[in-house]
């Protein structure tokens, strides 16, 4: 009677396994929804508090973006333009 009962406990026991779910691995749907989660929340939030250092928390050091005065590189440069548009807050 104890073999059947363990036995069947180590069947249980390997399908359980078996079920659970595996680790995602990265793809381009994660990340793009990642993405859009900082921007819409973390950088949108920043710009639209005043909060300069949240807003540029997205940012890398060695981030470039192109503004309608050309190409500017680097976080630090990258927040002194953003810092004169920045709307202060209340």
């Known amino acids: ?3 059947p009962i363990a036995a ?11 079920c659970t779910p595996a680790t995602p691995s990265p793809s381009p ?3 793009t929804a990642q993405i859009r989660y900082v921007l819409d929340s973390v950088t949108a939030t920043g ?4 909060n300069l250092d949240m807003y540029l928390s ?4 060695s981030a ?6 050309g190409v500017v590189t680097g976080r630090d440069a990258i927040g002194d333009v953003m810092r004169k548009g920045l709307r202060k807050p209340r």
């Open 1 to 3: 009677m104890r073999q």
């Open 8 to 18: 069947l406990a180590l069947l249980a026991a390997v399908l359980t396994s078996a």
């Open 29 to 31: 749907a994660n990340d």
């Open 47 to 50: 710009w639209n508090t005043g």
């Open 58 to 61: 997205a940012y890398v050091d």
């Open 64 to 69: 470039t973006t192109m503004l309608p005065t």
